[in-house]
């Protein structure tokens, strides 16, 4: 077991459904992050939160959308997917210290993931 | 554009045997590079290397980097069944974490 916790643990949707990924930590981490990772590949980044201000969006196509509500939680809205779209998706938190250049994290921490497939 | 290239891609070796895992980076910002281990589910945490020279050793596991050349290795000595499993390299670019492809690493019993 991990300290971030994800929901669901699998998801299977079709193209037309709307569903969210949930992640939640409470080691009051100030970064949380979504990567995708497909198999026999390494997690790719797909978006960071740092102070619950998004900081990175790795030109991630609009039908996936992230929300962090506080700094304990982090969602991902799924809306319109493709097959293709199905993958691992991590959730991963670190802690932040300092702001912007000057800026350095401790390593992630991973969830379990979600395992999601499109249909 | 950043870069984080790890060799070989895969690896098949026997119980008992070393094994060394490299990593090459080209980043803006290095803060620091970061080895995890993956098997089923998610990545757990290794090493975390900031200065160049500096060893970190835990158990069989060991490893270094150099900051001039812009590598580090991973070592794991007298290999077992349950180090099988995918070892990313990632690198911090100031609040950004790209990872490597990974090694996939085999211990045949």
């Known amino acids: 077991d991990t300290e971030v916790t994800q929901t669901p643990k699998h998801l299977v949707m079709g193209m037309t459904n709307k569903k969210s990924l949930k992640c939640e930590q409470h080691?009051?981490?100030?970064?949380m992050y979504w990567y995708k990772q497909k198999a026999k590949k390494p997690p790719e980044l797909m978006f960071v939160?740092?102070?619950?201000?998004l900081s990175i969006n790795e030109s991630v196509p609009s039908r996936f959308s992230p929300e962090c509500p506080n700094s304990s939680l982090l969602n991902l809205h799924l809306h319109a997917l493709q097959p293709e779209d199905s993958a691992l998706y991590l959730c991963?938190?670190?802690?932040?210290w300092g702001h912007g250049t000057s800026s350095y994290n401790s390593p992630l921490h991973f969830g379990n993931g979600t395992r999601l497939t499109v249909t | 554009e950043d870069k984080v290239v790890q060799s070989p891609l895969s690896l098949v070796v026997h119980e008992g045997d070393t094994v060394t895992l490299n990593c090459s980076y080209e980043?803006?910002?290095?803060?620091?590079l970061l080895w995890y281990k993956q098997e089923k589910k998610a990545p757990t945490f290794l090493f975390m290397l900031t200065s160049s020279g500096i060893e970190k050793k835990s158990g069989r596991l060991s490893s270094i980097l150099d900051k001039k050349e812009l590598f580090s290795i991973l070592n794991i000595t007298a290999t077992q069944t349950g180090d099988s499993a995918i070892y990313l390299c990632?690198?911090?670019?100031?609040?950004?974490?790209?990872f490597g492809a990974g090694t996939r690493l085999t211990v045949k019993p």
């Open positions: 980043v803006t910002n290095f803060r620091s």
């Open positions: 991963a938190s670190s802690q932040v």
């Open positions: 990632a690198v911090d670019n100031n609040n950004d974490m790209r």
């Open positions: 939160y740092s102070y619950e201000k």
């Open positions: 080691m009051g981490h100030r970064a």
